[in-house]
Structure formats: structure tokens, C-alpha cells
């Protein structure tokens, strides 16, 4: 199985899988988005010292993971763009 990407034409594969009631369409998403979350939660934690010493990187990503797993059980979104915001 490949490994999921946040390009343009496979996120809106996996909105549109989701769409159609593909449960894992979801993890797919939140595998694509795992990488560049992990990243923004790093350079997050280099802006601010002092949240560095009570969170860590990994801790981070894995609770935006949840919000965005929540989110997408809560609300589907019709677009790639929807998806985005």
C-alpha cells in the first residue's frame, strides 16, 4: 500500500472517499498529515522555549491528529479546500 500524500490529487481522493462513506479515507488523511504536523509542531516549539520544556513534539502532533480525526467524524468537508480551513 502506498504511502499517503498531501498532494493535490490524492487529498482529493481521499475527501471524496471520505464523501462517499469511506471510514478509511479518514486514517489516510491523518497519515498524509502526520509528517507535515510533526513539522509545524517542531519549528512551533522552537519559537517558544519555555512550552518546550512542558510539551513534546510528538506529544503535539498526536493531539492535533486527534483534533483533526474529531473534526473529520464531526463534519465532512466538500472540498480540498474545505478540508484545508
Given amino acids: 500500500m502506498p504511502e499517503p500524500s ?22 489516510s488523511l491523518v497519515r498524509a498529515c502526520g509528517e507535515r504536523l510533526e513539522g509545524l509542531a ?3 516549539l ?4 519555555n512550552v518546550r520544556g512542558a510539551a513534546d513534539t510528538l506529544d503535539v502532533m ?14 465532512t468537508p466538500p472540498t480540498t479546500r474545505d478540508f484545508y480551513n
Fill in 6 to 27: 498531501l498532494d493535490t490529487v490524492a487529498l482529493n481522493g481521499y475527501v471524496a472517499r471520505w464523501q462517499a462513506g469511506d471510514r478509511e479515507a479518514a486514517d
Fill in 42 to 44: 517542531r519549528r512551533m
Fill in 46 to 49: 522552537l519559537r517558544f522555549p
Fill in 62 to 75: 498526536q493531539g492535533g491528529l486527534v483534533r483533526l480525526l474529531t473534526s473529520l467524524r464531526a463534519v
